[in-house]
C-alpha cells in the first residue's frame, strides 16, 4: 500500500466514524450535538407590539373645593356621595387629607406629570386606602405637582395629578381660607 492510499484510507475512515458517532448519539442518546443549533438557527422574530390592557373612560380638571368629593370614573364633584372616589377632608383650616370612600384605594407616587405613569404602573401599584395629608405645612404629602394614583370604586385607575393645593374654590369670598385643591385626572378601564 502506497503512502497515498493509507493517507485517504484514513481520511475516510475518520469520516466514517463521525457520521457513526454523530448517528449513534442521536439515535441512543436523544439530542442533538453542541453545535446543532449553532448550525441549524432558527431565524429571529421580530417583538411582537403587546396591546394595551387599559382604555381611558374620563379625563379632566376640576377644582375640589373643601370638604367635597370626586367621582373619577364620570368627573362629578360634589355629586352622589356612594359613587365618589375622593374626598378632601377638612378638619380645619391647617389639617386637610385626601381621603378614599366606598372601597377606593391610591397610592402616591410623587412629583411628575401624568404622560410618565405608564399603564404597567397603574396596573402594579401597591394601592391602599391610607389618606394623604394636605395640609399647609412640613407635613403635606401632596404638594402642587404630585401624582397620586387611584383604584376607583368600579375597579378602573386613575392618575391624578395635583396641580395646585391651597386655590380659592369659586364663590369663596377672599376673607375665606385658600383650601381648595386643583387636579387633572386620567381614569382608564380594562380591556
Do not use: C
Not at 4 to 19: H, N, P, Y
Not at 179 to 191: C, D, K, P, V
Amino acid at each position: 500500500m502506497t503512502n497515498s492510499e493509507a493517507a485517504s484510507r484514513g481520511k475516510g475512515s475518520v469520516a466514517a466514524q463521525l457520521t457513526v458517532g454523530i448517528v449513534l448519539a442521536l439515535l441512543v442518546g436523544g439530542t442533538s450535538p453542541w453545535w446543532w443549533k449553532e448550525v441549524f438557527r432558527e431565524p429571529e422574530r421580530p417583538p411582537e407590539n403587546p396591546t394595551p390592557r387599559l382604555t381611558r373612560v374620563s379625563q379632566g380638571q376640576e377644582i375640589l373645593p373643601g370638604s367635597f368629593t370626586l367621582d373619577l370614573d364620570s368627573g362629578a364633584v360634589g355629586g352622589d356621595v356612594s359613587a365618589a372616589d375622593l374626598h378632601w377632608s377638612l378638619r380645619s383650616e391647617e389639617s386637610r387629607h385626601l381621603t378614599t370612600l366606598n372601597g377606593a384605594a391610591l397610592h402616591r407616587v410623587g412629583s411628575g406629570d401624568l404622560d410618565g405613569v405608564s399603564e404597567s404602573d397603574l396596573l402594579s401599584a401597591p394601592y391602599s386606602p391610607a389618606a394623604l395629608n394636605g395640609s399647609p405645612n412640613a407635613a403635606n404629602q401632596i404638594p402642587a405637582g404630585t401624582v397620586v394614583l387611584v383604584k376607583t370604586t368600579k375597579g378602573r385607575f386613575s392618575k391624578v395629578r395635583i396641580e395646585n393645593n391651597g386655590i380659592a374654590a369659586p364663590g369663596d369670598l377672599p376673607s375665606w381660607p385658600r383650601t381648595a385643591l386643583l387636579i387633572r385626572w386620567e381614569t382608564y378601564a380594562t380591556n
